[in-house]
């Protein structure tokens, strides 16, 4: 029953970290950490999935402008 009962922990501890990680701490279960008062949701910073996407776009465009530029030079 132990081994069940550890088992289901290790469950729960995932699943409260994937929320987190894709809602952040004051979006996490539909807001409800944010509406019972347990975080504070104007420091929670974006989610990390947000922040990587967004560091992802980032480079895309930064390799697109350097194509861009490179190509601008050859036909020169």
């Known amino acids: 029953m132990a081994k069940v009962f550890g088992i289901l922990l290790i469950v729960l501890g995932v699943w409260v970290g994937l929320e987190v990680m894709n809602h952040g701490s004051a979006g996490a279960f539909g807001g409800l950490l944010a509406k019972t008062g347990l ?28 194509v861009d530029r490179q190509l601008e030079a050859t036909e020169r």
Do not use: K, L
């Not at 104007?42 to 980032?58: F, L, N």
């Open 39 to 66: 975080v504070d949701d104007s420091q929670d910073p974006a989610p990390v999935t947000q922040r990587a996407a967004g560091a992802i776009d980032d480079a895309y465009r930064a390799g697109e402008s350097r």
